[in-house]
């Protein structure tokens, strides 16, 4: 049994794309086990794929610093004799611990992140916008490079584990929630401004939606703030709204879901949660660009709304998202008008129903 140790600490999306490279992995090569070295948190995207553990290291706390990843690289080692160490991230951190597994005479591989086709995909001028691999093909190299060559299988890539499945039922139970019309969730945070179409836009959508659908709608998120915006949407439309931030773990979302007919998402973690849970996406980019990388897996095309190049030259103007505009009013989130979205989703309803 060859033994592989996969380092990718951060952010959530780019840990969530690695989850349909290791599962179609593991299942092209039944002599492998996995390890993948991550934060605690994302352990349960890793949940039941065969012949993967996940070392849950917590990067924040106790392994900070010089020291603290020395001491990380020590626990990686004596946890077992791995084959190759991967580094999927290549960051300042995974790069002290790539040494230190070298130096201790194992096979070390980097992943290609694409740092300088990025920069020339999202500088200001002179772009050079040609589209390029999707990260998970960047992952899926990686491991090509150490000798494995395999092909992404189809999804649905996450699943949720059986007691989150029984949970998520006893709550929707306990809210009176059946299914009796289209579910659509809705997720309209990300990090950085320049991802975030205007939230003024929701209840209009919403509503919109409400009379051509008269869909349930479940509100994906997390924090005070966002909370409490969900709140206020509710209280528009108390029979139509379920608020899920804050109410329910990871895997019973991931679970809920899986139950949507389409979700309403920013470039994020929960479009990739979406994605990867085999729910048609309504992605609505602004400042970020699909073709950097990070699109909606599998649904790339059908699942993205944005302003086309030919519009707007000036997109992408971030890899990952930032807070100011180089024209200076968001037109790449402003042009995009509820009856866009609403479209879109009629659409994606309109396509599922078909199949």
């Known amino acids: 049994m060859k033994k592989i140790l996969l380092l990718r600490f951060s952010a959530m999306g780019d840990v969530l794309l690695l989850v349909p490279v290791v599962r179609s992995f593991t299942a092209t090569f039944k002599d492998v086990e996995v390890t993948v070295a991550t934060r605690p948190k994302f352990a349960a995207f890793f949940s039941g794929i065969e012949r993967v553990k996940v070392f849950e290291a917590d990067v924040d706390y106790r392994f900070t610093g010089f020291f603290g990843i020395r001491k ?41 992140k694409g740092r300088k086709e990025k920069r020339a995909f999202t500088r200001k001028e002179n772009k050079i916008a040609e589209p390029l691999p999707h990260t998970t093909e960047r992952y899926r190299l990686a491991l090509k490079q150490a000798g494995f060559d395999f092909g992404l299988q189809r999804g649905p890539w996450l699943h949720p584990n059986e007691t989150a499945v029984k949970h998520l039922q006893v709550w929707l139970e306990k809210q009176g929630i059946t299914k009796t019309q289209p579910w659509i969730g809705i997720a309209p945070f990300a990090l950085h401004k320049t991802k975030i179409w205007p939230l003024a836009h929701y209840p209009s959508l919403i509503n919109e939606l409400i009379k051509t659908t008269r869909a349930k709608f479940f509100l994906f998120g997390g924090g005070e703030k966002e909370i409490s915006y969900f709140h206020d949407l509710k209280s528009l439309f108390p029979e139509h709204i379920v608020v899920v931030a804050g109410r329910l773990k990871l895997q019973q979302e991931i679970a809920l879901m899986k139950m949507l007919d389409v979700m309403i998402c920013t470039d994020s973690s929960n ?85």
Not at 81 to 105: A, C, E, N, P, Q
Not at 302 to 320: F, H, K, M, N, T
Request: proline residues 4%.
């Open 72 to 112: 990380l690289f020590f626990a990686l080692l004596v946890k077992d004799d791995f084959d190759v160490v991967i580094d999927m991230h290549d960051h300042v951190r995974t790069m002290i611990l790539r040494s230190l597994f070298r130096l201790f005479g194992k096979k070390v591989i980097v992943f290609n």
């Open 271 to 355: 479009m990739h949660l979406a994605a990867l849970s085999g729910t048609p996406v309504v992605s609505v980019w602004g400042g970020t660009h699909p073709d950097v990388g990070f699109g909606p897996l599998g649904q790339e095309k059908d699942g993205v709304l944005q302003i086309g190049r030919e519009a707007l030259p000036c997109r992408p103007c971030s890899v990952y998202g930032k807070e100011t505009c180089h024209r200076g009013d968001f037109a790449c989130l402003t042009h995009i008008t509820v009856e866009d979205v609403v479209q879109k989703v009629t659409d994606r309803l309109r396509a599922a129903t078909a199949v």
